[in-house]
RNA sequence: GAGACUAUGGUGUAGUAGCAGCACAGCAGUUUGUGGCACUGCUAGCACGGGUGCAAAUCCCGUUAGUCUCCCCA
């Protein structure tokens, strides 16, 4: 009875939901946003596999990074092959760079995507285990002004959605050169006063020393003060990039700050890293971010190339959108609505909404009801401009009645030539 | 992985132990083939399992789910 019955109703599955009518307004607007920037800006749009190889993901994204301890979705096929459904998008395009000889194209190559992504941690607000984002990626250069061009592209878009409250957190996680050194210096710092550190850290400082920079613990936030910085420790190629990624962010007039504590989850950055936070919430969410990573192609096992690229996250945008207020635009209401009465009506009607089809002309129906009365009511409700009715009567002379819906005058028309009358009508 | 809070028709809610109500939505109708207003009727609910008690939506325990916080991030 109805209590078992609701025993067996299914969920979505954890951490995922539907998008339904009413939302997706909001991710056409942003799609078009987006895919009308990568037209302007001239990204080819490439679509990957939903999962990759395991190794894929454990190699670009790093073994310790939480993102491969704990978050992602693997499994094994029936073959025995380790799969991962794509946790982030920056690796499989990288890897489809490669497969695709994508080097032999000029370089250099910009790419965009959209499309879901996985993985596996407890839901939270804007946190989901399916989420959405579209990214751009551009192959193939070092220069720094394409570090500032990915920036511009968000910030672009963003804008056009009309989201203004926002700053570019920025920051240099430097390169294979001054990292290594700059470890070796924060490990220095840190070791003499472990004992002052949050249990996280005591674990950072061991897996992964450069999210040492990232805790937000108070106890651990003077210590952090007073660390080392990495940008006062680049190297001479490194340095020089960041100020001119800066330089160029200056002429944009897009708003940054430096965030010397900003290193990101993933392995495969170098030099420029940055997020797009909200300023207007005290708690600041990434939107969008990103940054370089010059040896990710060389370390999947393709010729050296490097790359700069960014995400942003689709469910935190709209909401960011939805927060400062942007709605929905109204949908159209139906221009006519055909009502019928009788098996003979029911039947002409078939033939007259495929004509409306034809000349375009937005229709409503709700042809299973009988009554008149249920009918009208609906078209009023729906807001359609005209009434088509046909009754049993003009059904056999082969006419249609068209009622104006505000003013009620009816007027009878021939079959035959209701859609010229209705064109006119409409226009 | 750790913690907090919540759970009543489709939606939003009232109900601190005594017949589960209201609003909106949905469906049908208020005599002939014509909508808006109004009226009538109908549909549909205490997340699940156990406990206390004459009596449980209400108190207790557990489960599940959702929301949120930490962690991390989109």
Known sequence: ??????????????????????????????YKAASKAADVYGFGKIETPIFENTNLFLRSVGETTDIAEKQMYSFKTRG??????????????????????????????????????????????????????????????????????IIQIFANILKELGWADFVVEINSVGCQTCRPDFRRLLLNYYRSRQRLLCKDCKRRFVSNPLRLLDCKEEKCAELKSRAPQI???????????????????????????????????????????????????????????????????????????????????????????????VQPEPKENPKVFVVQLGSLAKRKSLSLIEDLRKAEITFAESLG????????????????????????????????????????????????????RLKKRLS
Not at 98 to 104: A, D, Q, Y
Not at 266 to 276: A, G, H, Q
Not at 277 to 305: F, H, P
Request: aromatic fraction near 10%; hydrophobic fraction near 40%.
């Open 231 to 325: 940008i006062d420790h680049l190297c001479s190629a490194c340095r020089p990039h960041f100020k001119s990624t800066l330089e160029f962010l200056d002429d944009l007039e897009i708003p940054y700050m430096l965030n010397p504590h900003l290193v990101r989850g993933l392995d495969y950055y170098s030099k420029t890293v940055f997020e797009f936070v909200s300023t207007s919430k005290e708690d600041k969410m990434a939107i969008a971010s990103g940054g370089r990573y010059d040896n990710l192609v060389e370390l999947l096992g393709g010729k050296s190339a490097p790359a700069v690229g960014g995400a942003a996250g689709i469910e935190r945008l709209i909401a960011s959108l939805k927060e400062i207020g």
């Open 1 to 30: 009875m109805p209590k078992k019955r609701q025993k067996e109703l299914f969920q979505p599955a954890k951490g995922t939901f539907d998008i339904l009518p009413e939302d997706e307004w909001y991710w056409d607007k942003i």
């Open 80 to 149: 025995g092959d380790a799969l991962t459904l794509r946790p982030e998008g920056t690796a499989p395009i990288s890897r489809a760079f490669i497969s695709n000889g994508l080097f032999e194209l000029p370089q250099p190559l910009k790419l965009w995507y959209w499309g879901p992504f996985f993985r596996h941690e407890s839901p939270q607000h804007l946190r989901y285990r399916e989420f959405h984002q579209f990214g751009f990626e551009i192959f193939g250069d070092r220069d720094s002004v394409y570090d500032a061009l």
């Open 369 to 420: 009801r009988d009554s008149i009365k249920a009918q009208l009511k609906i078209a009023d409700r729906l807001k359609a401009q005209l009434a088509l009715i046909i009754g049993q009567k003009e059904s056999l002379d082969n006419t249609i009645i068209i009622r104006e819906m505000d003013s009620g005058n009816q007027e009878t028309v021939t079959r035959a030539k209701i859609i010229d």
